[in-house]
């Protein structure tokens, strides 16, 4: 059984940083393509970023490019989002997932996002 477990949300202010956490059980994320996606209230989730498992590549949206960096420590099966100069546009359900079939990104999404954590609440205000 595949789960995902996403840690290290909080309330932050404006251009503060957040580093979360999405551990893996029952996977190995670098079989994968592994992602990033984020809801904020009443708007549809989104790609956030997307790192590759094929050949670690990564990838990111252009709201968060230069701000974020998406990486995996294989020897703990976890994926990271550092997120620095965070903005208030940032608060979100931020979701890790991980795709069921490829190993190669869609951009900075999933071709077949297969699972997903429960995810974790990042707030940005003042």
């Known amino acids: 059984q595949v789960q995902l477990v996403e840690s290290g949300g909080g309330l932050v202010q404006p251009g503060g940083s957040l580093t979360l956490s999405c551990a893996a059980s029952?996977?190995?994320?670098?079989?994968?393509?592994i992602a990033w996606y984020r809801q904020a209230p009443g708007k549809e989730r989104e790609g956030v970023s997307c790192?590759?498992?094929?050949?670690?590549?990564?990838h990111y949206a252009d709201s968060v490019k230069g701000r974020f960096t998406i990486s995996r420590d294989d020897a703990k099966n976890t994926l990271y989002l550092q997120m620095n100069s965070l903005k208030p546009e940032d608060t979100a359900v931020y979701f890790c997932s991980s795709d069921s079939i490829y190993y190669y990104c869609s951009g900075y999404n999933l071709h077949r996002p297969g699972y997903w954590g429960q995810g974790t609440q990042v707030t940005v205000s003042s």
């Open positions: 790192l590759s498992g094929s050949d670690g590549s990564t």
């Open positions: 029952g996977t190995t994320l670098r079989y994968y393509a």
